[in-house]
């Protein structure tokens, strides 16, 4: 089993937990975290210079197999940035396994395109407290580079050769943008992967026609194509992502975005430095770097400390009352400092 799958079973397959006569078996994940900024202006719509938990979340996953070929899963969420922790059904969907190399699946289902998209909110599966915000972030403002989920159907076809799992994953459904009435429809795309004990490797692209009525970007469409590579060669760890985003009408709106970790295994610690950016035609963006360390206490917790240098970019044709690279607004300070601490855990 390749190294990186196991974070995907920590959020999205059996690691044990209760069962019941009936099959149900359980498990999840809880994060709780405190951020700081040295500025007043609101980062993400979460933090700032009055420090927040915001960040802290809550899931619980559960599956049933209903039938030698048949599972039903589902996974609750709940987080301080959303209602006070108010809850909501993650994901949850129906799977049919139909040979060893075809699994589909009906449902609301995890955006899949990135490298820990499917399991972004499980912070002992990855080194950061947060993936990069310039390229994961969901809250607005983004990027726009990921989606949280879609409500669709997906296939996952995989095959064996040599050392490699090679997998191809089409999809397609429609796309509810959160804190807004806006959607994507006739959203498909593909993610290709090929990986072993090494390395991951990894290509996707996506489409869909934007519904968001009084926007400036309503009936385009937008496409995203991305790269990644995810290795751990002996105690050296490394991410790398890129992406662009682009629409069928406005140039301006078009966006690159990534970044690049390396980290180190010193036993259970591990340090790591991360560069990422993204920066839109029209001039906004955003670039930081991020110094930070994993500590792991036990299988199943860690603690992390982080520190940031955040240097937004604002549209200079733009009004103050904009937002700059990931802020509300126009921070007063042109580069701001976060530092944020996490313990995470997996049960």
């Not at 019941?20 to 210079?49: C, M, P, Q």
């Not at 002992?124 to 390229?135: K, S, T």
């Amino acid at each position: 089993m390749s190294r990186w799958r196991l974070p995907l079973l920590l959020s999205t397959a059996l690691v044990g937990g209760g069962a019941t006569a009936a099959e149900l078996k359980w498990d999840g994940f809880f994060t709780s975290t405190y951020s700081i900024t040295n500025t007043k202006s609101t980062y993400r719509d979460i933090v700032h210079d009055d420090g927040s938990f915001d960040d802290s979340r809550f899931g619980l996953h559960v599956v049933s197999d209903i039938h030698p070929l048949w599972r039903l899963e589902a996974q609750l969420f709940a987080a301080g940035y959303e209602d006070n922790y108010a809850t909501r059904l993650d994901w949850g969907f129906a799977s049919f396994h139909l040979s060893e190399r075809l699994n589909l699946k009906f449902g609301k289902l995890k955006y899949p395109n990135n490298l820990v998209s499917e399991y972004y909110d499980v912070g002992l599966a990855y080194p950061w407290i947060r993936p990069p915000h310039e390229y994961y972030s969901l809250e607005e403002p983004s990027a726009s580079i990921t989606y949280e989920s879609f409500s669709g159907a997906s296939a996952i076809i995989n095959r064996r050769s040599g050392d490699w799992d090679l997998v191809a994953q089409p999809f397609f459904g429609e796309v509810e943008l959160a804190e807004s009435d806006a959607n994507i429809s006739k959203f498909i795309g593909i993610k290709l992967s090929a990986s072993n004990d090494l390395t991951e490797l990894q290509a996707s692209v996506a489409q869909g026609r934007i519904n968001a009525e009084g926007h400036e970007l309503d009936d385009q469409t937008k496409r995203i194509a991305s790269l990644g590579m995810h290795t751990e060669w002996g105690s050296l760890v490394n991410y790398l992502e890129y992406a662009v985003t682009t629409f069928s009408d406005s140039e301006e709106a078009r966006t690159k975005a990534g970044y690049i970790t390396l980290g180190y295994h010193f036993g259970h610690t591990m340090p790591h430095i991360t560069y990422a950016g993204f920066d839109q035609e029209s001039g906004w963006g955003q670039q930081s770097v991020t110094v930070g360390v994993k500590q792991m206490l036990n299988p199943s917790t860690a603690l992390k400390l982080e520190m940031q240098r955040i240097t937004p970019q604002l549209n200079p044709e733009a009004g103050a009352e904009m937002a700059s690279g990931l802020f509300m607004d126009v921070p007063e300070k042109t580069r701001v400092n976060a530092f944020s601490i996490a313990i995470d855990v997996v049960f």
